[in-house]
């Protein structure tokens, strides 16, 4: 179940043939990347600087990867977050599942992030054309990490 | 008599102008809660970034805390505000 934080980019089709390498128990394998995109809440946004808590940021990873992993079928989980200066078009955040049934990898996937948007000490800075500004929570993240609770779809 | 370590994370960082500090606790601050109430008696800054209507987290010893988690000697507590990873 390896987690890491790096400022350096990642390949996916790297990491994903090294997860599942000789593994022929693995039927699905579900990803998904965030990606900087140049707009933020109605301005430009040329820049994004990410800071994290060391130590507390891989222990918070860790945890919601133990979590899916007792809710879901898994065979293994990858989670690569990148941190610093980003730009526009840059990756950003890399989760993948494994599994034998796509459903168990595509919930599982889908929990992960939005466990991680809510959970895990990550904070974003951005450069727009009136500045630097911290961004601000969506409360839609807190509704999609809200939906996995007991009851939700699981 | 407790002693702290305190952090301090993105945007509280940057207006605290303080990244981290070693805090012995007072007699009457014994938990979380009552340790963002104690901060915030500091000054201007401090009162109004952690003014009670704003949702700031805290952490001690890297997991997320309630306000009524007890404070131990050797801690690390941190605060910041909500995560925006991802």
């Known amino acids: ?154 | 008599m407790a002693t702290i370590d305190l952090l301090y994370f993105a945007r509280l960082r940057e207006s605290l102008g303080l990244e981290r500090e070693r805090l012995v606790l007072p007699e009457a601050v014994s938990t979380a809660g009552a340790l963002r109430l104690f901060l915030s008696g500091r000054g201007e800054t401090w009162a109004r970034e952690l003014d009670p209507n704003k949702v700031i987290r805290m952490a001690v010893n890297q997991d997320l805390a309630d306000p009524g988690q007890v404070l131990a000697d050797g801690d690390e507590v941190a605060l910041f505000p909500p995560v925006t990873g991802g």
């Not at chain 1, 707009?39 to 990867?65: C, K, Q, W």
């Open chain 1, 1 to 154: 179940m390896p987690v890491r934080v790096q400022t350096e980019d990642f390949d996916i089709s790297a990491e994903i043939a090294l997860l599942r390498a000789g593994n022929a128990s693995v039927g699905a394998v579900a990803s998904f990347i965030g990606v900087m995109r140049d707009f933020n809440d109605g301005s430009g946004v040329s820049e994004l600087t990410l800071e994290h808590y060391p130590g507390m940021t891989e222990r918070a990873l860790e945890a919601i990867v133990a979590e899916a992993h007792s809710r879901w079928q898994l065979i293994d989980t990858l989670i690569v977050h990148r941190v610093g200066p980003m730009t526009p078009t840059d990756q950003i955040v890399l989760v993948v599942t494994l599994s034998s049934h796509r459903e168990q990898a595509l919930a599982a996937c889908a929990f992960v992030m939005d466990y991680l948007k809510t959970r895990a000490p990550f904070w974003k800075k951005e450069r727009t054309g009136q500045g630097e500004r911290w961004v601000e929570p969506r409360t839609t993240d807190d509704e999609a990490a809200g939906r996995w609770r007991a009851g939700g779809p699981a």
